[in-house]
C-alpha cells in the first residue's frame, strides 16, 4: 500500500533562517499533496497542497515543490518566525479521497 | 460560517465501555472520515464515508464502526474500549476529488 516518509521528525532553526521538510512517496498514481500545521493541542490546518500537474507552488513565505521522477515532495518555509514553530505534516492521495499522512516533523524556531 | 464540530472534547471511560464519538458538518461535503493521532504515528486512518449509507474500513479499523444515516454526521464507536485505544481522535470532510480535508478540534478519549 501507500506510504509516506518525512523527514526530519524534529528540526530547530534560529529566526529568520529557512526551513525545509521532505516527504517521500511510494504510489506513483498519488496525485495530490496537502502540507498541514498543527499547534499544540490544536487541530491540523491546510497550509499549502500542490497537485501532479504543478512543479511548485508559493504562497508568500511558504513554498512546496514536488518531484514526481522521484516521488518527493519538500515544504520551504523562509524567514522563518516564532509563530511557525507547530508540527507539521505532509500528506499523499492518489484520487480515492483518502490520504496517508506522514509521521511530523516538530519545527522550532528559535528566537 | 459553515464548520466541523466534535464532541466531547474530552472523555474518560472505562475498558469495556461502548463509546460513542460525533462528528458534525455543515459544509454539506460528501467525503468524512475519522483518524487517531499517537505520537509517533501521526494520522491514521480509521473509517470513511463518500456519501450516505456509505462506510469504508481505513488502515486501523478494528475495534472501531461508523454509520451514516445523513450528510452531516459521522459517528464513531468504540464497541468495547481497549486502553489500547486511548488516543486524540479527529474528524475531517472534504468536498470532492482533490480537494482538501478540513478538521475538527479532536477529541480526547482515555481508556482507564
Known amino acids: 500500500g501507500e506510504n509516506v516518509e518525512q523527514h526530519p521528525s524534529t528540526l530547530s532553526v534560529q529566526e529568520g533562517d529557512s526551513a525545509v521538510i521532505k516527504c517521500t512517496y511510494s504510489?506513483?498514481?498519488?496525485?495530490?499533496f496537502p502540507w498541514y500545521k498543527q499547534e499544540l493541542g490544536k487541530r491540523p490546518q491546510l497550509i499549502i497542497d500542490?497537485?501532479?500537474?504543478?512543479g511548485e507552488k508559493k504562497d508568500q513565505r511558504i513554498a512546496v515543490t514536488l518531484n514526481k521522477t522521484a516521488k518527493h515532495f519538500s515544504l520551504h518555509i523562509t524567514e522563518t518566525q516564532p509563530e511557525d514553530s507547530a508540527v507539521y505534516f505532509c500528506a499523499a492521495m492518489r484520487g480515492t479521497y483518502k490520504y496517508i499522512f506522514g509521521t511530523g516533523t516538530r519545527l522550532k524556531v528559535l528566537a | 460560517d459553515a464548520e466541523i464540530t466534535q464532541s466531547p472534547r474530552h472523555k474518560i471511560t472505562e475498558t469495556g465501555r461502548q463509546v460513542t464519538l460525533a462528528c458534525h458538518q455543515t459544509w454539506n461535503h460528501n467525503n468524512m472520515f475519522w483518524y487517531r493521532q499517537d505520537l509517533g504515528h501521526g494520522l491514521r486512518l480509521i473509517h470513511y464515508s463518500y456519501g450516505v449509507q456509505d462506510t469504508n474500513k481505513g488502515e486501523v479499523s478494528d475495534g472501531y464502526s461508523v454509520s451514516r444515516s445523513n450528510t452531516e454526521d459521522l459517528p464513531l464507536t468504540l464497541e468495547s474500549a481497549a486502553s489500547s485505544q486511548t488516543s486524540v481522535y479527529f474528524c475531517a470532510s472534504s468536498q470532492g476529488l482533490d480537494q482538501p480535508q478540513h478538521f475538527g478540534d479532536g477529541t480526547r478519549l482515555s481508556i482507564l
Open positions: 504510489d506513483s498514481a498519488s496525485n495530490y
Open positions: 500542490i497537485r501532479s500537474n504543478v
